[in-house]
């Protein structure tokens, strides 16, 4: 597991902050001229270590832009990002991929798993890719805290979708990561299962210590975080500390319809 650097924390007092993940100036655009669109406009935000963030916007705000850039899957047209220590604004793509894969978890909309595996060989295939056996206490806490102790052996077909995406989950865990990034992940899950998970992302990081950074459009989710972080017009335009699902939701309505904030 990597040790996160101390920056001054972005917008702070001066004081210095634990961070897992750090961007500085991101610029993200695509085509030239009359056509450039601008995703990201000199973003800057600090990704606090053992804390549950979420990235909130409108459609088109470049709340996965950012997230994309952060976890190394899609490159800034400049500024610098940070995973822990090391800068990856530069990285040879192989340096890269090994950094993603060891220092980095996913979770998707959909689960990604393989129908062919069961549940067990789901959760540790990455390290198993990678030749590295997953420490057997740390993987049987993941398992414990996501509730997936009497599924192990059954296959993705044999499980509900909420089952599913906690294997997903313990898979991102597994390999104790850096950072954990999500992108909607409880967009395909009922209210009910989509709790669930949320629940188990929430004990991830009290429990677990795991640091988790979750795009969300659902007022509801981002609830679970500790923080979430406003992007409109590929700008940072607000923060949230404890929010309140009903305080997200007063936030939200002041974005209009083509994502501005109004």
Not at 107 to 130: G, K, S
Request: with cysteine; net charge neutral.
């Amino acid at each position: 597991m990597t040790t996160a650097v101390e920056v001054p924390a972005t917008g702070g007092s001066g004081g210095r902050t634990a961070v897992a993940a750090r961007a500085e100036a991101l610029v993200k655009s695509y085509g030239s001229g009359e056509t450039r669109v601008l995703a990201l406009d000199e973003v800057s935000v600090d990704v606090e270590q053992g804390v549950f963030t979420a990235i909130m916007g409108p459609s088109g705000s470049g709340k996965s832009t950012l997230m994309h850039c952060l976890a190394g899957l899609d490159t800034v047209t400049s500024g610098r990002i940070w995973v822990g220590e090391t800068e990856i604004t530069g990285l040879k793509d192989k340096k890269l991929t090994r950094l993603r894969r060891d220092r980095i978890g996913f979770i998707f909309q959909a689960f990604n798993l393989l129908p062919t595996l069961n549940a067990l060989e789901n959760i540790t295939l990455p390290m198993d890719i990678a030749g590295r056996k997953p420490e057997k206490e740390w993987l049987e806490r993941v398992i414990a805290t996501v509730g997936l102790a009497d599924r192990l052996k059954h296959r993705p077909a044999q499980l509900s979708g909420g089952q599913q995406q906690r294997v997903a989950v313990a898979r991102a865990l597994a390999a104790r990561p850096a950072i954990i990034f999500g992108d909607e992940p409880t967009g395909n899950l009922d209210s009910r299962a989509g709790a669930e998970v949320l629940g188990f992302l929430r004990r991830s990081v009290d429990d677990l210590g795991q640091t988790i950074v979750m795009v969300t459009h659902d007022p509801v989710a981002a609830a679970h975080a500790d923080r979430i972080v406003f992007l409109a017009d590929g700008r940072i335009v607000d923060e949230m500390r404890k929010p309140t699902a009903d305080a997200v939701l007063d936030r939200m309505r002041g974005f209009d319809g083509q994502g501005r904030v109004s």
